[in-house]
Nanobody, 123 residues
Framework: QVQLVESGGGLVQAGGSLRLSCAAS????????MGWFRQASGKEREFVAA????????FYANSVKGRFTISRDNAKNTVYLQMNSLKPEDTAVYCC????????????????WGQGTQVTVSS
């Protein structure tokens, strides 16, 4: 079992930055690939970024490529999402998730989910 708790969301102006954190419980965190997803009001959940268990693989949605960076610290059981050059269309609830597969973007491949943290970008 892995429990995930996100933090770091908030209100920011367009062009600003935020860093989200996702703290995981359990000693098996380092065995899981981690992903970030987001869901805007009235829209379906969408993939944002993922990182493999060994940090060697990362993958990003085209909409955030070059602006967001996913990273992880296995010693701290934490995964991060650095978000720069934020746009109003980035406004959403951001959730982290854990997958036993190597590096995936499909929600169906993720076994554990956090509750999410709200990110609001004003224009």
């Amino acid at each position: 079992q892995v429990q995930l708790v996100e933090s770091g969301g908030g209100l920011v102006q367009a062009g600003g930055s935020l860093r989200l954190s996702c703290a995981a419980s359990g000693r098996t965190f380092s065995r899981y690939a981690m992903g970030w997803f987001r869901q805007a009001s009235g829209k379906e959940r969408e993939f944002v970024a993922a990182i493999s268990w060994n940090k060697e693989g990362t993958f990003y949605a085209n909409s955030v490529k070059g602006r967001f960076t996913i990273s992880r610290d296995n010693a701290k059981n934490t995964v991060y999402l650095q978000m720069n050059s934020l746009k109003p269309e980035d406004t959403a609830v951001y959730c982290c998730a854990a997958s036993s597969e190597y590096l995936v973007m499909s929600t169906a491949a993720y076994n554990y989910w956090g509750q999410g943290t709200q990110v609001t970008v004003s224009s």
